[in-house]
């Protein structure tokens, strides 16, 4: 018998296996050893699992937000640097800025989209602290993040449209 069996074993009683299970106190035969088994410690043993597990969830929820959160301040330092640019700054990955009349205001509406998002990117990640992990809601906060992307990048186009030579 490995310490860690021969722990649980002594502080919970012995338990029978699936087959073997019978009400709390009967004698258990087969496997393992004949007594009775501690019903009060098995109850407050999936008290202490339950617990456990719903406390995991909260914990995962909440990091989560925290997640969520690191993004909205990344995108929000992406509009501070886009504002305080001298220079036309690109929105896409590895794409070159366009040729801007005037690059003030066009770094000033680029960064205001990507202010806007990070407030519905951290809009969305409240949502984490209030809904269940497995909640089917989770499916209306996905859609909102894909229709986000969409607006995002239509806004995009709009603004480059406008400014451009």
């Given at each position: 018998m490995s310490l860690v069996r021969f722990r649980l074993w002594a502080f919970f009683g012995a338990l029978a296996q699936v087959v073997e299970h019978l009400t709390f106190n009967q004698v258990v035969r087969g496997s393992s050893p004949r007594c009775l088994i501690n019903s009060s410690r098995v109850i407050s043993?999936?008290?202490l699992v339950?617990?456990?597990?719903?406390?995991?969830?909260?914990?995962?929820?909440?990091?989560?937000?925290?997640?969520?959160?690191?993004?909205?301040v990344i995108f929000l330092s992406i509009g501070i640097s886009c504002r305080k640019s001298r220079?036309?700054?690109?929105?896409?990955?590895?794409?070159?800025?366009?040729?801007?009349?005037?690059?003030?205001?066009?770094?000033?509406?680029?960064?205001?989209?990507?202010?806007?998002?990070?407030?519905?990117?951290?809009?969305?990640?409240?949502?984490?602290?209030?809904?269940?992990?497995?909640?089917?809601?989770?499916?209306?906060?996905?859609?909102?993040?894909?229709?986000?992307?969409?607006?995002m990048i239509i806004a995009y186009l709009k603004i480059e449209t406008k400014y451009k030579k």
């Open positions: 043993m999936n008290l339950t617990r456990f597990f719903v406390f995991e969830e909260v914990n995962a929820m909440i990091i989560g937000f925290i997640i969520v959160s690191v993004i909205a220079e036309a700054v690109g929105f896409f990955t590895f794409v070159k800025p366009p040729i801007v009349e005037d690059v003030k205001h066009y770094n000033n509406a680029v960064s205001i989209l990507w202010f806007v998002v990070a407030g519905m990117v951290e809009i969305i990640g409240i949502t984490f602290l209030f809904l269940q992990q497995n909640s089917p809601i989770w499916i209306f906060v996905t859609f909102g993040v894909m229709i986000l992307v969409i607006v």
